[in-house]
């Protein structure tokens, strides 16, 4: 009877050993599987906090203003940022490809090459062809991996257009400057020697000469006046002072101002801005806009041509005025470039007419002050016609 007993709790022990081995099997396949869901998700983490770190990247380079381009070890173009893309005028992908194939710029291999040999290259000038006066200032670094070898360069691209078109604007502007002031100052200089060495004994050459003098002062003093002016436009310093008012009113102002003018020119002036026009302006510096686009008009119009002052309702909010002529017109290569400082088609015939070069700068910054554009249409031997736009005039309830 024992042996029966003995099989029956061996066989019990075997089996309660069997289960605990089997559950131990299990709670151990089961923190597999909990470590093998912990690895996954630490994967899935880092996999997303990479992307997420270059979404980041990715996004810092798309706004940069400056281009970015990045060669791997082997000088292939790795990466191009959008603003890149745009200053090259690229088309298509262009990683993998070398800098000479994909930006046709043997120039920037040149660069590339020095960059490995120093390491960095700063400050170069490059100018693009076929982009007109475009500049871009590139600084290239070299850089490497963790083991210190080669790993790629990196170039930055600045446009310096802008600048070096603000730079050749204002050694422009000192020149004419220089220029419009040397001339009046020299020839003042020279009829006063003249006086002093006898001339003032004659009566009427003394008073011819001081008469020239004088001239020549007032045009100096005109140019002063006018510099302040733009100085002034140009910085904000002007404050304007809204009104409605009738164009009509300062049209038939403005052509009384400049009648003897137009009679020596035997121009006619014609005010054709209807009456009780009204509009949103400064009343002294908008009238300063119509007396010099007026003047201009008798000065290189046609002698014994006319000149109308007009306008027009061109929008619920705005109106269009113009100042036309029936002169030689202006050239097309000019039309863009009338509205700059001391810029003047015929100079010769410009200075004998007098005048400082500043009228129709000053025009286009009082009007855009206005909110306002101005702009110009002509055709050589069929006049010129300045159009300008001005906010149209409605009362506000303090003014009213």
Known sequence: MIWPLLTLCCAALLAVTAWRAFRREEALREQL??????????????????????????????????GLLILDEHGKIQFANPTLEKLFAVKGDIRGLSLSAALSSFALQE????????????????????????????????????DRAHAGTVFVFHDLTRVKQLENLRKEFVANVSHELRTPLTLIKGYVETLLDGAKDDPAVATRFLQTIERHADRLTFLIEDLLTIS????????????????????????????????????????????????????????????????????????????????????????????ADDGPGIPPEAG???FERFYRVDRARSRDAGGTGLGLSIVKHIVQAHGGEVRLESEP????????????????????
């Open 336 to 338: 863009e470039r009338v």
């Open 111 to 146: 660069i590339a090459e020095e960059t490995l040999r120093t390491g960095r290259v700063t400050g170069f000038e490059l100018s693009l062809p076929g982009h007109g006066e475009q500049i871009l200032q590139i600084n290239a670094t070299t850089f490497r991996d963790p």
């Open 232 to 323: 002034r436009l140009e910085s904000g310093q002007v404050l304007m002072n809204f009104q409605v008012l009738d164009l009509h009113t300062l049209a038939a102002e403005v052509i009384n101002d400049l009648s003897s003018r137009s009679e020596e020119r035997k121009v006619a002036l014609v005010n054709e801005v209807p009456p009780d026009f009204p509009v949103r302006a400064d009343g002294d510096r908008f009238q300063q806009v119509l007396f010099n686009l007026v003047d201009n008009a008798i000065k290189y119009g046609r002698a014994g041509g006319s000149v109308r002052v007009g306008a027009r309702r061109k929008s619920a909010e705005f109106i269009e005025g113009w100042v």
């Open 33 to 66: 599987r909990q470590a093998q869901l912990e690895l996954a998700g630490i994967r899935v983490e880092r996999h997303s906090a990479l992307t997420e770190e270059q979404t980041k990247q990715q996004t810092v380079f798309n706004s940069l203003v400056e």
């Open 381 to 400: 031997g069929k006049g010129a016609t300045f159009f300008y736009t001005l906010p149209v005039g409605v009362e506000s309830p303090a003014e009213g």
